[in-house]
């Protein structure tokens, strides 16, 4: 007996039928899960971005703040007792809108600094008038092994962009923003990172440089006057994950034709920004 339904709509039908008992337990792991949001993508019931963003979706739950976090070194902070003049300068540089204050102790963080804070003494010009534990928001402090999805709900409830991350020894380890797991499911989010679309490389003026994984490799080598060879792979990027032997997770480092590379920007698909810098140079 004929029920009225095409074969193309059964055919859809039966699909969601296996991806309901996926989803109420009936296949027994997430990985036939993705299997079955492959299959649909196969059938054309929606794009590849939107895979990748459910697969990123999924991904959340398996995977812990030290994975995508800011490592401490790659920090820009502001410690208490400096004046206006004396952090301005990285404030402008780093084009970040939010800032980890530092007390004097290693470990001790009394809050964050907004920007948007700083406003209202630059337009008045009274930036002796400036005190910052004043204006000093309240920090969140999250354990480095806490899952992604738990601290997505967490920043949700709290209306929280930021917190400082703590490892084991309870020492600040580095910091994370809603952005950073965010990135995780919906890919690249235009960032503190980010700068010029047509600028591939910006040096800095504390010796190193940031440089987009998409750079080819040629402009690289010609940049920094390396020999890399594009026979195998057209980027850095593509370059520097090999030498990985992994997809890395930022704050990873690797050193390659006398230059070191560190990961700042990456989600579960690629790389996609690089700190580089002449192998011995030291951080100023």
């Given at each position: 007996m004929n029920d009225g339904r095409s074969p193309e709509n059964q055919?859809?039908?039966s699909w969601f039928d296996r991806l309901a008992g996926v989803i109420s337990g009936e296949a027994g792991n997430k990985s036939e899960l993705i299997d079955e949001l492959r299959d649909a993508k196969h059938r054309g019931l929606f794009n590849q971005e939107t895979l990748a963003i459910l697969e990123g979706a999924l991904s959340v739950s398996d995977m812990q703040v030290r994975e995508v976090m800011i490592p401490r070194q790659q920090m820009v902070a502001i410690r208490a007792g400096e004046r206006p003049d004396e952090f301005l300068p990285r404030v402008i540089e780093s084009a970040h809108s939010r800032f980890p204050v530092l007390g004097d102790q290693p470990n001790e963080v009394l809050g964050i600094?907004?920007?948007?804070?700083?406003?209202?003494?630059?337009?008045?010009?009274?930036?002796?008038r400036f005190e910052i534990k004043e204006v000093a928001r309240p920090v969140r402090r999250v354990p480095e092994s806490k899952r992604l999805d738990q601290l997505l709900k967490e920043f949700r409830d709290n209306r929280a962009h930021m917190a400082v991350v703590i490892d084991e020894y309870g020492e600040v380890a580095g910091l994370v923003t809603i952005e950073d797991v965010l990135e995780q499911i919906v890919g690249e989010i235009e960032d503190e990172h980010d700068h010029d679309e047509d600028l591939s490389i910006r040096h800095q003026s504390n010796g190193s440089s940031l440089v987009k994984a998409i750079t080819e490799i040629e402009d690289f080598n010609a940049e920094f006057n390396t020999q890399f060879s594009d026979t195998e792979f057209d980027t850095i990027g593509g370059l520097v994950t090999h030498a990985f032997g992994h997809l890395p997770s930022r704050g990873e480092k690797t050193t390659l034709g006398g230059l070191d590379f560190v990961v700042l920007n990456a989600d579960n698909r690629r790389i996609r920004l690089l700190e580089v810098r002449r192998h011995g140079s030291s951080d100023q």
């Open positions: 055919d859809s039908r600094l907004l920007a948007k804070d700083l406003l209202p003494f630059l337009i008045s010009q009274d930036l002796e």
